[in-house]
């Protein structure tokens, strides 16, 4: 069974850039023909997509994100990546990892919160 | 950017109720069309994927349908587990986007 885990800060600066973690356990980041995600939810609001990376590399991002964001993978830790500069208070959100295309296996969440 | 304009926002109903949630996109979609539940303090589940095929492990009193870029999602016989948040998606064109959520209170 396919499982993914977020991990990072719970706290991060205005200005400053948050930086998440997917660990994908259960099966090889790489052995499925799949795109990894990013979607965040801002409290008490809907979700939105903000982007995601196919096995091979490739990216495809929110154009309203686009210039702020960096989605990577890391083969060796079955890992994926989000770092998303130049965060304000619009970007607090819970972030929730998932396999892409649909959004079948997701992260518990984690809530990132943008303050001084 | 696609747009999926869901209704009703807010919808109350009983146990045993059929209940309908319908989105409309602005483009066309063709099938690449998911439907998650999101309960409180959770991450969504999905539903269903490529308009009417259920996830494995879903009860088959869920189904989906398409009316050109019309898509709906139905419960046959609503159940007490099915108060939560229904979104609807839309993965045919980047960015991929959701509809705005219908939440399913108990009447």
């Known amino acids: 069974q396919l499982q993914l885990q977020e991990s990072g800060p719970g706290l991060v600066k205005p200005s400053e850039t948050l930086s998440l973690t997917c660990t994908v356990s259960?099966?090889?980041?790489?052995?499925?023909?799949?795109?990894w995600g990013w979607i965040r939810q801002p409290p008490g609001k809907g979700l939105e997509w903000i982007g995601s990376i196919l096995y091979s590399g490739s990216t495809f991002y929110n154009p309203s994100l686009q210039s702020r964001l960096t989605i990577s993978l890391d083969t060796s830790k079955n890992q994926f990546s989000l770092k998303l500069s130049s965060v304000t208070a619009a970007d607090t959100a819970v972030y929730y990892c998932a396999r892409d295309r649909p959004n079948d296996y997701w992260g518990q969440g984690t809530l990132v919160t943008v303050s001084s | 950017d696609i747009q999926m304009t869901q209704s009703p926002s807010t919808l109350s109903a009983s146990v045993g109720d059929r209940v309908t949630i319908t989105c409309r996109a602005s483009q066309i979609i063709t099938t690449w069309l998911a439907w998650y539940q999101q309960k409180p303090g959770k991450a969504p589940k999905l539903l269903i994927y490529q308009v009417s095929t259920l996830q494995s492990g879903v009860p088959s009193r869920f189904s989906g349908s398409r009316s050109g870029t019309e898509f709906t999602l139905t419960i046959s016989s609503l159940q007490p587990d099915d108060f939560a948040t229904y979104y609807c998606?839309?993965?045919?064109?980047?960015?991929?986007?959701f509809g705005q959520g219908t939440k399913v209170e108990i009447k």
């Open positions: 998606q839309q993965y045919n064109t980047y960015p991929w986007t």
């Open positions: 259960g099966g090889s980041i790489t052995s499925y023909t799949h795109y």
